[in-house]
């Protein structure tokens, strides 16, 4: 166990709801990454969060937003929810140390149903 | 565009087999280098990771991978693979510049008959 949380573990919206997801990262960590896996697909990243801001972004639209709270936990919101937004969430947590050789340890992951 | 490749969708190996699964990557600066697995129901778990120095690195259950730079490569491998490493092997680089931007391949599922 890499000490990552995400809630909810399940959750199934219609297209166009919202939805917010939630990661508890590692203790001793200050960074946060979200990852989308799409089935048969390896991980595409997100976002970043690092000291509550954003530190980094993939090729996402803005409808895909996040927030990293001062406890370093994290939320990632989708709004306008689309039937391609069905997939493996996942949240990473590592420590960001000057000079990188950041070990990113992720989470079990939110699977998001969009019908 | 940056993005890693594995070579292989899908290993299927006897017990004692010898096992190498390829990753090539495209860019050209520093970069560093993971193998993650995503075993049956479980969560992705680091396996190895390179930062600098000695190519060749050791990771966990008996795992080894090596960095040729030359050939943009982090080839995954074990002597001799057991029932239980059946899972899902992913490649994944964070290029120099990218922050903590993980670049993911797309996965190697390696199935071991017992």
């Known amino acids: 166990e890499t000490g990552v949380t995400q809630s909810p573990t399940h959750l199934i919206k219609t297209r166009g709801q919202q939805v917010t997801l939630r990661c508890s990262s590692q203790?001793?960590?200050?960074?946060v990454s979200w990852y989308q896996q799409a089935l048969g697909q390896g991980p595409q990243f997100i976002f970043q969060y690092y000291r509550e801001e954003e530190n980094g972004r993939g090729n996402f639209p803005p409808r895909f937003s996040g927030l990293q709270f001062p406890n370093y936990s994290s939320e990632l919101n989708v709004n306008a929810l689309e039937l391609d937004d069905s997939a493996l969430y996942l949240c990473?947590?590592?420590?960001?140390?000057?000079?990188?050789?950041?070990?990113?340890?992720f989470g079990p992951g939110t699977r998001l149903l969009v019908l | 565009a940056q993005s890693v490749s594995q070579h292989n969708h899908h290993v299927i190996l006897s017990e004692a087999a010898s096992l190498e699964l390829g990753c090539n990557y495209s860019?050209?600066?520093?970069?560093?280098l993971f193998w993650y697995v995503q075993y049956p129901g479980q969560h992705l778990q680091l396996l190895l990771k390179y930062f600098s120095g000695d190519p060749l690195v050791k990771g966990i259950k008996g795992f080894e991978a090596e960095f040729i730079k030359s050939k943009f490569s982090f080839n995954l491998r074990k002597p001799s693979v057991q029932w239980s490493d059946t899972a899902e092997y992913f490649c994944?680089?964070?290029?120099?510049?990218?922050?903590?931007?993980?670049?993911f391949g797309q996965g190697t599922e390696l199935s071991v008959k017992p």
């Open positions: 203790s001793g960590h200050n960074t």
């Open positions: 860019y050209g600066g520093t970069v560093n």
């Open positions: 990473a947590s590592s420590l960001n140390l000057a000079g990188g050789h950041e070990t990113q340890y």
């Open positions: 994944a680089v964070i290029p120099g510049n990218q922050g903590g931007k993980l670049i």
